[in-house]
């Protein structure tokens, strides 16, 4: 029996690897098999869900012209199923940061008209942050309102609200939008992060914060002019 050749086997079984690689070959296999079964799929409803598992592989992989490409030969002459494909282009231009693009294939898939309410809260919630980050602060609001009236325990348009209400310098109202957010939703951190910045550009609000929550939630109205009217009285 020969001798067995001397191993570093701490190296021989903790190989080091290039995970860009691993994750490489992992999601070219999955896109291959997504994309398979995008052309054998009719039924609308397993065609989007395709579609969306397609967008997390590509949105990984950093191919949103890919994904963009494959998005806009989707189209076809059924305006609820066009209406979800342009949302579907807007998030994918979300994703490049692209938010006047994204904005554009919003107010399109708004413009078809189509009546479903989870793509109706979406489409004004997403082009209501797009036009957050572009500070037409106004028109995000009137879509965040829009949108809240879809679904009103929806968080995120509430935060959203709080935004563009933040930064046309109503701060009490944006407040209220932020608490809002944070008591439907106590797990996503972004609306409590938001008024905690708030707070720190706003003296006079953080110093008074404990009176005034009373009055953002307990009474109807203007709660800027009913914590301002209760410290006079005081």
């Known amino acids: 029996m020969g001798r067995v050749k ?16 691993v994750v490489h070959f992992a999601l070219e296999g999955k ?23 397609l967008m997390s592989v590509y949105r990984y992989a950093n191919k949103y012209d890919d994904l963009i490409s494959i998005l806009e030969h989707q189209f076809t002459d059924y305006p609820l ?3 979800h494909i342009l949302f579907k282009l807007g998030q994918v231009c979300e994703g490049k940061k692209d938010f ?5 294939y919003y107010i399109k898939s708004i413009g078809l008209g189509v009546q479903d309410a989870w793509l109706n809260y979406y489409q004004r919630n997403n082009l209501a942050f797009c036009y957050n ?3 037409a602060y106004k028109k995000a609001e009137v879509l965040c309102r829009e949108a809240i ?4 325990k929806a968080h995120n348009a509430w935060k959203n609200l709080g935004v563009s209400l933040e930064f046309q310098g109503r701060h009490f109202e944006a407040a209220r939008c932020y608490l809002t957010a944070m008591r439907l939703n106590a797990i996503d951190q972004r ?3 938001h008024l905690k910045r708030m707070l720190d550009r706003q003296p006079l609000l953080r110093n008074n914060f404990d ?3 009373d009055y953002l939630f307990d009474k109807p109205g203007d709660p800027a002019k009913q914590w301002e009217e209760s410290n006079e009285n005081s």
Do not use: H
């Not at 001397?6 to 690689?21: G, N």
């Not at 997504?34 to 009719?42: E, I, K, P, Q």
């Open 6 to 21: 001397k191993r570093d086997m701490l190296a021989e079984l903790y190989i080091d690897y290039d995970p860009f690689v």
């Open 31 to 53: 896109e291959k098999a997504l994309l398979d079964s995008l052309t054998f799929a009719d039924e609308a409803n397993e065609r989007l869900r395709i579609l969306g598992e």
């Open 81 to 83: 199923w066009n209406a």
């Open 100 to 104: 006047n693009r994204a904005s554009k």
């Open 133 to 135: 980050f572009r500070m």
């Open 149 to 152: 009236q879809i679904n009103p």
């Open 191 to 193: 609306a409590a992060m």
């Open 211 to 213: 009176s005034l929550k």
